[in-house]
T-cell receptor, first 116, second 112 residues
Framework: AQTVTQSQPEMSVQEAETVTLSCTYDTSESDYYLFWYKQPPSRQMILVIR??????QNATENRFSVNFQKAAKSFSLKISDSQLGDAAMYFCAYRRLTSGTYKYIFGTGTRLKVLA | DGGITQSPKYLFRKEGQNVTLSCEQNLNHDAMYWYRQDPGQGLRLIYYSQIVNDFQKGDIAEGYSVSREKKESFPLTVTSAQKNPTAFYLC???????????FGEGSRLTVL
């Protein structure tokens, strides 16, 4: 069975600095999707970034980028120029590519604190 | 605006009572999901449905039931058989691969 592990329960970063959140996963599949979701205090889950496993290029969305290491099964999220609004829980998620199952598997989350 | 609406946002119930949480979407998505969120445990899948009139158990289905009579609606019933029902419940939908999940704002259930 696939699993997703986020080993950092909590991280802190100074405003305007860069922080990296870790995520590892276990799968025997070769094609899949990986996601990072943000859950601010309002608790509304928001998609931050998505990566297709068949793409070698790391995904980037403005200040958010990933370091996708397929062989190592690692999918870290880098937040540059951190802002106070980035403070939230961040969840890493995995989904198989193939149809027939629509299950998404989530990690336990990392709480990010941004210090002014 | 398209989205997912969960209601109620907060719900208090006495132990032993069944409770139904509503989830409605107007995104025309085929797949819908219910997740439970507890501190330190991330999101755990309760039930999911890929198409109308069909649904599958997730990882923690015991004590819960669902129905999918309409594409737009996927209500979750928390039954008295659920031993620890106090939690935050999230409903989500997706159009299918490679789509991400779209989430509602959640429902907080407290059993007294």
């Amino acid at each position: 069975a696939q699993t997703v592990t986020q080993s950092q329960p909590e991280m802190s970063v100074q405003e305007a600095e860069t922080v990296t959140l870790s995520c590892t996963y276990d799968t025997s599949e070769s094609d899949y999707y990986l996601f990072w979701y943000k859950q601010p205090p309002s608790r509304q889950m928001i998609l931050v970034i998505r990566q297709e496993a068949y793409k070698q290029q790391n995904a980037t969305e403005n200040r958010f980028s990933v370091n996708f290491q397929k062989a190592a099964k690692s999918f870290s999220l880098k937040i540059s120029d951190s802002q106070l609004g980035d403070a939230a829980m961040y969840f890493c998620a995995y989904r198989r590519l193939t149809s027939g199952t629509y299950k998404y598997i989530f990690g336990t989350g990392t709480r990010l604190k941004v210090l002014a | 605006d398209g989205g997912i609406t969960q209601s109620p946002k907060y719900l208090f119930r006495k132990e032993g009572q069944n409770v139904t949480l509503s989830c409605e979407q107007n995104l025309n998505h085929d797949a819908m999901y219910w997740y439970r969120q507890d501190p330190g445990q991330g999101l755990r899948l309760i039930y999911y449905s890929q198409i109308v009139n069909d649904f599958q158990k997730g990882d923690i289905a015991e004590g819960y039931s669902v129905s999918r009579e309409k594409k737009e609606s996927f209500p979750l019933t928390v039954t008295s058989a659920q031993k620890n029902p106090t939690a935050f419940y999230l409903c989500a939908s997706s159009i299918g691969p490679p789509s991400e999940l779209f989430f509602g704002e959640g429902s907080r259930l407290t059993v007294l």
